[in-house]
């Protein structure tokens, strides 16, 4: 079996990877702060030395890279560690791979555009409005520099049940469980993605050796607000919890955020069999695994 690393493995998108490609690989986790599988490994990828040292002994395969600092706040007022997370360690993964002739799958983000039209396809300029977005764009180009045989995936709003981590879905779940009210902004629209989902797709890309640049997200353009009634519905909780907001009266967050970063993903679905799912299929099969 071919050697498959994934760094991040105790992450949501990380955890459901590491589940799925064990019926294909020999796969390794990596694990930067807490582990999430008992065979997993601990690396600092902003440890170039480490990372080239690592890579020597364990010489795998394919390497997907899904381990990054994705606080968008925390990114845009801790800048130089989201630099070194984000770019550094993408640099030392990237031309790792390279040396050990490893294929390298790097997860990006719909934040690297301004948000000004939405619907983006892979040939549309990439404009970051915040740090987390410039990162996350300096580290694809450091993919697209440093390791030949690579494949960036841009996604968008990763949602799904992980034993620690919140998201905006369970985050919303266990507000209106809590009977809170919930104020969601009306007027920010992405392409929600289910993890579980996200993992199917990357790793039938990696199986048929995708190269380049795709973009990987939910099929469903929406707002906030509308997920978050979506996400009401489907669990059977109160939905008149729910007040809308516009994103210009939204305090809470230090960071800006795109208006409107929804992906077109038509390229991808044109290359793979399995289908990217709409956010009633997504949360339907998110019911269906609840725990």
Not at 8 to 34: D, F, I, R, W
Not at 93 to 110: E, H, Q, W
Not at 111 to 125: A, I, L, M, P, S
Not at 169 to 187: F, H, P, Y
Request: hydrophobic content about 35%; charged content about 25%; overall charge positive.
């Amino acid at each position: 079996m071919e050697k498959l690393v994934i760094t991040g493995a105790s992450g949501l998108l990380g955890s459901k990877m590491v589940e799925l490609a064990k019926e294909y690989y020999e796969v390794v986790p990596l694990h930067h702060t807490k582990p999430l599988h008992s065979n997993s490994l601990r690396l600092d990828m902003t440890q170039r030395k480490w990372v080239s040292d690592f890579f020597s002994k364990l010489k795998p395969n394919i390497v997907i890279h899904a381990a990054s600092e994705t606080n968008v706040d925390k990114c845009e007022t801790q800048r130089e560690q989201a630099w070194k997370i984000n770019v550094e360690g993408t640099r030392n993964i990237a031309v790792s791979c390279s040396k050990a002739n490893t294929k390298l799958v790097y997860i990006s983000t719909d934040y690297v555009f301004d948000g000004e039209r939405g619907n983006y396809k892979e040939q549309d300029e990439p404009n970051p409005v915040n740090y987390y977005g410039v990162t996350k764009l300096e580290g694809e180009n450091q993919v697209a520099q440093h390791c030949e045989n690579h494949l960036i995936l841009r996604t968008s709003v990763l949602y799904g049940w992980h034993p620690w981590k919140q998201n905006f879905v369970t985050w919303t779940i266990n507000r209106l469980k809590q009977n809170k009210e919930t104020t969601v902004v009306r007027d920010h629209y992405n392409t929600p993605t289910l993890a579980d989902n996200l993992a199917e797709i990357t790793i039938e890309a990696v199986q048929k050796d995708l190269q380049g640049l795709y973009h990987a997200s939910g099929s469903e353009r929406t707002s906030r607000y509308e997920f978050a009634r979506q996400i009401a519905k489907t669990f059977n909780l109160d939905q008149s919890l729910i007040k809308p907001i516009k994103l210009s009266q939204l305090t809470a967050w230090i960071a800006k955020r795109p208006k409107d970063s929804s992906l077109n993903i038509e390229s991808i679905q044109r290359q793979l069999k399995t289908k990217l799912l709409n956010i009633h299929e997504g949360l339907n099969r998110m019911k269906e695994d609840q725990r």
